[in-house]
């Protein structure tokens, strides 16, 4: 073995074979490395490779180990990051059936201030849901997160709408969510309604007026709109962002699984008791004013259940904090590969 230079760096090489170079198979280096095939640096020419098939001498050499380890680490960390955020961009959703995981970690009242960076959102479900107003793409999805501590449920939805909430008599639109456990669709003309609304106003109705941003409205039964509940139960906000359409909405809440009141549902916290429930917008003129979309286009039946105590799951960071963990993954993995390919 003797010493040659590669890439910069002193490496050993076994001896080449020096028959003649002739044709193709000469190398501007002058030897060709017995086990790789790869020009040798710093040798006379005129040399050439015997025994096994030679390639061409010119080939481009791999990558060195350590480069090869690193871009390996830079497409793990960006895959994760894209699972991370997926459902963000989730496009139609069917309806679903979800489990709302328990979480012994809450959220603060000031956290459900209608701002999605707020809040200890970890340990969440994440689901993209179909809206009852059976819209077009953004429109007719959004991003259900929800979660709760055996006393208390949170929910949070993200989603999209045509116009910004300006005033409850100039434009503005609304967000409703409706719980049942045996009603199959939207105004049914039966059974046990409990739902919450934030931005509805056509004059009369869930007085008084609502201000930006909209508080929620705690609602029971199926009239158009449903009744307001006497004693009001649930705390959150709801706000938008942007500057054109489509504007992002994102509508914030918590609400006791058991009230105590009897125009409220009381949940049950075993992981098999179902309800249905039913998610829509509205901006065009019910309850609403200013925009296109309506809240009766479409009926999606679906079903939620909330996990037992019993099936804890670990709190998980959200997309900013998964964002974080694995750019500090693959530091280290890259520190690491550094070191291997100094040895």
């Known amino acids: ?175 409703g969510i409706i719980f049942t456990p045996s009603g199959t669709s939207h105004h049914a003309p039966s059974g046990i309604w409990d739902g919450v609304f934030f931005g509805l106003w056509d004059g009369t109705d869930y007085s008084p007026q609502p201000t930006y941003p909209p508080s929620p409205i705690d609602t029971n039964g199926f009239n158009k709109p449903p009744a307001k509940d006497p004693t009001q139960d649930a705390t959150g906000a709801m706000r938008y962002s942007g500057s054109s359409a489509p504007y992002d909405f994102t509508a914030e809440w918590k609400k006791r699984l058991n009230t105590g009141n009897g125009d409220d549902i009381a949940y049950a916290a075993d992981g098999a008791t179902t309800y249905n429930f039913f998610v829509t917008t509205d901006s065009n003129g019910g309850a609403s004013s200013g925009g296109g979309i309506t809240h009766k286009g479409a009926t999606n039946l679906n079903t939620v259940k909330f996990a037992s105590s019993s099936v804890a799951i670990p709190e998980f960071p959200t997309t900013v904090g998964m964002l974080v963990a694995v750019l500090g993954t693959f530091g280290i993995v890259t520190a690491a590969a550094r070191r291997r390919s100094r040895r």
């Open 1 to 175: 073995m003797r010493p040659v230079t590669w890439n910069g760096r002193r490496r050993l090489a076994r001896e080449c074979d020096t028959a003649p170079l002739s044709g193709p198979l000469m190398s501007r280096t002058g030897l060709v490395c017995r086990s790789s095939h790869r020009p040798l640096l710093g040798l006379s020419p005129g040399t050439r490779k015997t025994g096994r098939r030679l390639r061409t001498a010119s080939r481009r050499a791999a990558p060195p180990k350590g480069q090869a380890i690193r871009r390996f680490a830079l497409v793990g960390a960006v895959a994760l990051v894209l699972i991370g955020v997926s459902f963000t961009f989730s496009s139609a959703a069917a309806a679903v059936s979800v489990t709302v995981p328990y979480s012994g970690t809450g959220i603060a009242d000031a956290d459900l201030d209608g701002y999605p960076g707020t809040g200890s959102w970890g340990s969440f479900l994440s689901n993209a849901v179909p809206l009852e107003n059976g819209a077009n793409a953004p429109y007719g999805t959004a991003t259900l997160y929800a979660k709760h501590d055996d006393t208390w449920a949170y929910f949070r939805i993200d989603g999209k709408i045509d116009i910004p909430w300006t005033s409850a008599t100039g434009d503005h639109f609304w967000f």
